[in-house]
C-alpha cells in the first residue's frame, strides 16, 4: 500500500513537471491511469487542468463535474472549476456553484463572479448565432409537451449567459404548456444563484402566484414537506418495501409539482396527507368534497404522476 501511493505520489510529481513544461499530453497519459484507479486530489485536479490547456473541454468537465469537492482545496483550484465550466458555457451552473462559495470566501466569490461575467460578456457580444439558436430552443420549450423533452431543453438554457436565462425563464413561469415540474425546477435553480426579485408563475391551478425569491427557501427547508415525507418513512418503511418506495415516489414527485408554494397551499397536513394517500392508493375518499381545492389539487396531480410512471 505504502509503495503505491510513492509510486502515485512520484508520477504525480512528474506530472507535474510536465504541466510547467507544457507537456499536457504526456501528463494525461501519466495521470490517467491513476484517476482510474479511483485516486483522488490533487489527481482530479491536475488532470482536468491537463484536459482544459489542451482544449479539450468536455472531457474538463467531466472530470470536474464527478469529483466538485476537489476543487476547494485552493483559489488556483476553484478558479479552474469556474473556467472549465464557463469555457463549457456552463454559466448558469458557474453561478450556483460561486453562490456556495460565497459563505466561505468573499475574495474567491468576487474573482469567481468576475470569471463569469468576463466571459458572458464574450459570448454577449461575439457569439450571436450561438445565443440566438440556444435562446429560440429554450423560449419555446413548451412546443414540445414532453416532460423528459423539456428537461433537456433546460439544460440547454442553462448555457445561456444570466440576464438571457433570467428573461426567458420569467416568460416561461408564465407559460401554462410548461410543465409543473419544470417550472419547479426553474425557480430552483434561480433560487440557487441568489436571484432577490418578484417572479410570477402561473400554477398547476392556473391562477398566478407571486414568489418573494428573496425570502425562498429550498424544498428540503420547508415544513410541510419534511412533515409529509417523515409521515410516509413512518407509515411505509417498515412495511411492504415495494409500496413504500411507490408512495415515496408518488409524495417527491406531488412535492416538486407544488413546489415552491407548498406551505402556502398545504395548510392543514393531516388533512392533505390523508386525502392524497386515500386518492393515490385507493382512488376515492368520501370524507371530502371533491370540489374543494384540496381534492382537486391532489386529483390533478396524480393524473400528471399517471402519466410518467
Request: with cysteine.
Amino acid at each position: 500500500m505504502n509503495e503505491n501511493y510513492s509510486s502515485n505520489e512520484e508520477v504525480i510529481n512528474e506530472s507535474k513537471l510536465d504541466i510547467k513544461q507544457n507537456n499536457i499530453q504526456q501528463a494525461i497519459n501519466k495521470l490517467l491511469p491513476i484517476y482510474n484507479e479511483e485516486e483522488e486530489f490533487p489527481v482530479t485536479t491536475l488532470l482536468t487542468k491537463c484536459y482544459f490547456l489542451s482544449e479539450k473541454l468536455i472531457d474538463a468537465k467531466k472530470i470536474a463535474y464527478d469529483n466538485l469537492n476537489d476543487f476547494l482545496h485552493s483559489l488556483s483550484d476553484f478558479k479552474l472549476l469556474i473556467l472549465v465550466l464557463v469555457k463549457n458555457r456552463e454559466f448558469i451552473k458557474a453561478r450556483e456553484i460561486t453562490e456556495q462559495i460565497s459563505k466561505i470566501s468573499k475574495q474567491w466569490y468576487k474573482i469567481s463572479i468576475d470569471i463569469i461575467s468576463k466571459e458572458e460578456g464574450f459570448v454577449l457580444e461575439n457569439e450571436p448565432a450561438y445565443l440566438q439558436n440556444i435562446s429560440n430552443e429554450f423560449y419555446h420549450m413548451s412546443f414540445n409537451n414532453n416532460l423528459y423533452e423539456q428537461k433537456e431543453t433546460l439544460l440547454k438554457g442553462e448555457k445561456l449567459p444570466f440576464n438571457k436565462f433570467i428573461s426567458y425563464t420569467k416568460y416561461l413561469l408564465l407559460d401554462p404548456f410548461v410543465q409543473e415540474t419544470i417550472k419547479s425546477e426553474l425557480v430552483d435553480t434561480l433560487r440557487k444563484t441568489n436571484y432577490q426579485d418578484i417572479l410570477k408563475i402561473k400554477w398547476i391551478d392556473n391562477d398566478v402566484y407571486s414568489i418573494n425569491m428573496g425570502e425562498l427557501k429550498s424544498l428540503s427547508q420547508l415544513k410541510t414537506y419534511n412533515n409529509i415525507m417523515s409521515r410516509v418513512d413512518a407509515d411505509y418503511a417498515n412495511n411492504d418495501p415495494i409500496l413504500y418506495l411507490r408512495v415515496k415516489a408518488y409524495f417527491e414527485y406531488q412535492s416538486i409539482t407544488l413546489y415552491p408554494l407548498n406551505d402556502q397551499i398545504i395548510n392543514n397536513v393531516n388533512d392533505w396527507y390523508k386525502l392524497s394517500i386515500d386518492l393515490y392508493l385507493y382512488g376515492q375518499n368520501n370524507n371530502f368534497n371533491k370540489k374543494s381545492n384540496y381534492y382537486k389539487l391532489i386529483s390533478l396531480i396524480i393524473n400528471k404522476f399517471s402519466e410518467i410512471s
